[in-house]
């Protein structure tokens, strides 16, 4: 909280991005949820697996895609 100081061994809260399932990752990947969770398990994608599903985070996805696309463009 602004204006708070912080006694020894605390940390500052921040907000946190919201993680989204499988079917919003596999919407904005444009892919199908299965392959997106076969992606997660192989490390292709960034994920975060919390108990038996996957999660990822928007931000992470959206700079695999930039990587992907640098990668593409510096082949052709």
Do not use: Y
Not at 5 to 24: F, H, S, V, Y
């Amino acid at each position: 909280m602004p204006g708070r100081e912080l006694k020894p061994g605390q940390t500052q809260r921040t907000e946190m991005e919201p993680l989204i399932d499988a079917n919003a990752a596999a919407r904005l990947l444009g892919l199908h949820p299965v392959t997106v969770c076969e992606f997660a398990r192989k490390g292709i994608i960034p994920a975060i697996k919390i108990g038996r599903v996957w999660r990822f985070r928007p931000s992470s996805l959206q700079r695999w895609l930039d990587e992907q696309e640098r990668k593409r463009q510096q082949l052709a």
